[in-house]
Structure formats: structure tokens, C-alpha cells
């Protein structure tokens, strides 16, 4: 019986790296029947993880460990948006859109069960490096996609959406902007593989054992990883997304600097990756597939409000946010509902901004929009409680495996960060999912001193 169970968690965790894989292919699962099938998956995964623990007699609150905190607040913020469906004491709901929001709702009920599916089923240190490298490989796969149908300059139609290639690399999403925000998610994981492989061994005292340590690497499994990651970088880009880039070139300085500055242990190791990733993906690749553009892309970009050479310039750009702050000053703390922004910003924008926004282009005011600043502050709380457990994990006595994927769960916090100021892609189904996943990968790694404690008490 206990071997049964055992094998039926294992293929659990299987239909785990499944469905992140899957994620990305329908259009990012930005279709009703696509996040249909995404949220039933997993919450069919969870609900048999639960039934086997059960059986098994292992506590669930228990094996969810520290991460039911920001599991937590992912939880009441689900359950925020219910509330805004419900009529309360005889009033109207709060939502001005009620078939969105409960969609809305079973997204979120759908990241959650992403979240605790991770906690639940990656309980070791292969499991980890399966999960990560799970994302690692969705992510090459999908470049490979979009660098073949960019080269190939087609018309076709995938899922009933008319595609274009050949300006800007879009992949299987209905959007180049998300596809350089799926990228950034997925190098950020493809980083975290590549330091927790890297070993800490000390420089080799002569030429040839030098040598021979360069040979052993250009043989090495972390050399795929590397070339892997060139991949990547070369269909970021290719989707000449100013802030995609932008986002994932500071998120590697800043994060790569924080790194080296407080963690000794991974200084050397992250600043050859960071300083290869620059020289190499940047200077040289990025060269050659046409870096230059995305350059002249933010160049184009004035401050000013008229355009510059057809490109959308920064004020244009901020327009819609700034006059959905009118959605959150009328109503700070509930907001109008989630997924209600299309139907009720068109009360709140100028009398000339034509045409049918479904989004604010910044994901902190759409948010706050719709949900109030308590939904806002429940999200928020979630990556600052990550962000406190990454800082407990870059600590110069952890494990290689903790120092690298903390590293690596950072920067992809650090780019979707960057990159929600002018986008919105926690609201695409992948995006927001595959940044669950790594928000969640965090909780599962045991820093040394609390896993001594674990074992002394045992």
C-alpha cells in the first residue's frame, strides 16, 4: 500500500511539470477553455495529492512547512474576490462584472493550487532541479518556436488568432511583450540551475589543471544549461520588448551585484555567469540578432507626448494608467471587481483616448483598480514574505542548491516587478503561474540551521 501511494505521488509530481510545460502552448492559456483546462488540472492534482497523504496519515499542514503563509495571503486574496460577487447586507455586489470575476476567481483559485502543489510534492533536492529544470525547458522549447516562425517570416493562424512573423518573435502568445515576460521568468530559473551546478572549488594552481577544469566544463551538463540560456536571450530579443529586456538586463545587474556584494560563497561563481551573460548573450549574440533594434526602440520612446518616428512614446504609454488612478481614488479599498476594468474604465478616460482597453498596462494599478488595496496587499504580502525567505537563504552558510535558487527565484521577482510598471503579465495565465511556481520553489528549501533544528527535535 505505501509503495502504491509513493508511486501515485510521483505521478502527481509528473502531471506537475506537465502542466507548467503546457502552460504557454494555447496562447498562455488566455482562453476561457485553456485556463479551463489548467485550473481543473491542478486542482485534480491537489485533490489526489491530499487524498494520498491522507491515506498515508501525513498532515498536510505540516508538509505545506513555512510557505502556508504566503499561501495564505494568495488564499484570502481569493477569497476577497468571492466576496466581491456576493451581494452584502441586501446591496449590490461589489463586482460591475460578475462573469469575469468569478473567472478571475478560478485563476486564482488555480495559482494556489499551483503553489500548494509545490510545496507538497518537491521534497527533495532532484525534485527541486526537476521543477526548475521543467521551467528551464519550457522556456527553450519556446524560443525555439519563436526564433523558427520569426526566421520564417509567415502569415499562418494558431488557435483562430491570425499571426504575423517576422517583426517581432512571439511564440505561441497572442503578445510579444508576454512572451519577453515568460523569458525573463524562465532564464531567471535556467540562472538558478546553472548556480546551484556551479561548484565552489578554489582557482586550479597551474595553466593545465586549468585547462583540464574548462575542458571538464565545456563537457559538462552545465554547459547545456549555458547554451540553453543563450536561447532564451536570443528570443528575448528577438520580441524587441523595451521594458522586457530592460527589466531582465537590471534584474541580472542588480540582483547579480546584491548577490556578490552579501554572499561571498557566490561571488565568483555569479560573477563569471553574469559577466558571460553580458559579454556573450548581450555584447556578441545580441548583436548579431539585432540588439541594435531594441536599442533603437527605447531610443525612439521620448518623454515628450508626440510620437518619434511612430513609436509609442513614455507619456502615451502612461496615459491609461494614470487615468485608471481615477478607478482607485473612487474606490481605494474594494475596487470595482476583478476582471471589471474594461467595462468600467471607459467612465474614467479622456473623451479622446479611442479605442477598447481590456488592461491598464501596469499590473499595480489594475490590481488596485480592481480589487482595492486590500487585494493589492495581499499579493504584495506574499513576495515580501518570499523575498524575506530569500534573504535567509542567501546566507554564505547555505547549501550551493539553496544559494543558487534563491538567486535565481530573485531576479525572476526583480524582472516581473520591472516589467509590471508598463505591462501586465500577471494576468496572463502562464506568466502568472510560472511565477507561482518559483514564489513557491523558495518555501521548499530548508536553510541549514532550521534543518538542524528539524532534525534535533526529532
Not at 538558478?192 to 595553466?207: D, F, I
Not at 552558510?397 to 516589467?419: K, P, Q, T, W
Request: charged content about 15%; overall charge positive; some cysteine.
Amino acid at each position: 500500500m505505501a509503495a502504491w501511494l509513493e508511486r501515485v505521488e510521483g505521478w502527481a509530481f509528473v502531471a506537475l511539470l506537465g502542466v507548467l510545460a503546457w502552460a504557454p502552448v494555447p496562447l498562455a492559456s488566455a482562453r476561457t477553455w485553456a485556463l479551463g483546462f489548467l485550473v481543473l488540472a491542478l486542482l485534480g492534482v491537489l485533490a489526489l495529492v491530499v487524498l494520498v497523504l491522507a491515506l498515508r496519515g501525513d498532515s498536510v499542514w505540516a508538509r505545506l512547512g513555512a510557505g502556508k503563509w504566503p499561501l495564505g495571503c494568495i488564499v484570502l486574496f481569493g477569497l476577497w474576490v468571492a466576496g466581491q460577487r456576493l451581494p452584502l447586507m441586501g446591496n449590490a455586489p461589489i463586482s460591475a462584472e460578475l462573469f469575469n470575476s468569478l473567472q478571475y476567481l478560478i485563476l486564482t483559485m488555480g495559482y494556489a493550487a499551483a503553489f500548494a502543489l509545490v510545496l507538497l510534492l518537491v521534497n527533495s533536492e532532484r525534485r527541486v532541479m526537476w521543477l526548475a529544470g521543467t521551467i528551464l525547458g519550457a522556456g527553450v522549447l519556446q524560443a525555439l518556436v519563436a526564433i523558427a516562425l520569426f526566421a520564417s517570416r509567415a502569415e499562418h493562424i494558431y488557435l483562430f488568432m491570425p499571426y504575423q512573423q517576422g517583426s517581432r518573435a512571439m511564440g505561441t502568445f497572442a503578445n510579444f511583450d508576454h512572451l519577453a515576460g515568460y523569458m525573463q521568468l524562465c532564464i531567471a530559473a535556467g540562472v538558478g540551475v546553472m548556480l546551484a551546478r556551479m561548484g565552489g572549488s578554489g582557482t586550479a594552481p597551474n595553466r593545465r589543471q586549468r585547462l583540464v577544469a574548462v575542458l571538464k566544463f565545456m563537457l559538462s551538463g552545465k554547459m547545456l544549461v549555458r547554451l540553453m540560456l543563450v536561447i532564451m536571450v536570443i528570443a528575448l530579443v528577438l520580441t524587441r520588448s523595451r521594458m522586457g529586456n530592460v527589466a531582465f538586463f537590471s534584474s541580472l545587474l542588480l540582483v547579480g551585484g546584491l548577490g556578490m556584494l552579501n554572499n561571498p560563497r557566490l561571488r565568483k561563481s555569479a560573477f563569471w555567469l553574469v559577466l558571460s551573460l553580458i559579454v556573450v548573450d548581450v555584447v556578441i549574440v545580441g548583436q548579431w540578432v539585432g540588439l541594435d533594434r531594441v536599442v533603437q526602440r527605447l531610443q525612439n520612446t521620448a518623454v515628450e507626448t508626440e510620437h518619434a518616428r511612430g513609436e509609442e512614446t513614455l507619456a502615451q504609454r502612461a496615459e491609461t494608467p494614470i487615468q485608471a488612478l481615477g478607478m482607485v481614488m473612487e474606490r481605494p479599498v474594494a475596487g470595482f471587481g476583478a476582471g471589471s476594468f474594461y467595462t468600467v474604465f471607459p467612465r474614467f478616460k479622456s473623451a479622446d483616448k479611442e479605442g477598447f482597453w481590456q488592461y491598464a498596462h501596469n499590473d499595480y494599478v489594475q490590481i488596485a483598480a480592481e480589487t482595492g488595496f486590500v487585494g493589492l496587499g495581499l499579493l504584495a504580502a506574499a513576495v515580501l514574505l518570499t523575498i524575506g525567505r530569500i534573504a535567509r537563504l542567501w546566507n554564505e552558510r547555505e547549501s550551493r542548491l539553496n544559494r543558487g535558487m534563491a538567486f535565481g527565484v530573485a531576479m525572476a521577482i526583480c524582472c516581473l516587478l520591472i516589467h509590471s510598471w508598463v505591462d501586465f503579465n500577471l494576468q496572463v495565465p502562464a506568466n502568472a503561474l510560472t511565477f507561482s511556481a518559483l514564489l513557491a520553489l523558495v518555501w521548499v528549501l530548508v536553510p541549514r540551521q532550521a534543518g538542524r533544528n528539524q532534525r534535533s527535535s526529532a
